[in-house]
């Protein structure tokens, strides 16, 4: 006798539970995904000629003109 509890199709909660459970283990995907290139980033140093990757940007131009 199989003692495993089997929603009925229609159960809207248990659905949602299932739901849930899929996007949480596609989040945890991702997230060992974006832990293993940092990972991969840092083990391999970078030229020097490319070191800074941080750029300033001004989205303002005309706020210091005035």
Known sequence: ???????PDDDVV???WN???E?????R???DAAEEFVDQQ???P???EHESRLHHIDIDP?????
Do not use: C, F, S
């Open 1 to 7: 006798m199989n003692d495993e509890y089997v929603p």
């Open 14 to 16: 248990e659905h949602m």
């Open 19 to 21: 739901a849930a459970h």
């Open 23 to 27: 996007l949480l283990r596609a989040i």
């Open 29 to 31: 995907k991702v997230v």
């Open 42 to 44: 840092q083990r391999h």
């Open 46 to 48: 970078r030229d020097t």
């Open 62 to 66: 005309d706020a210091g003109a005035g």
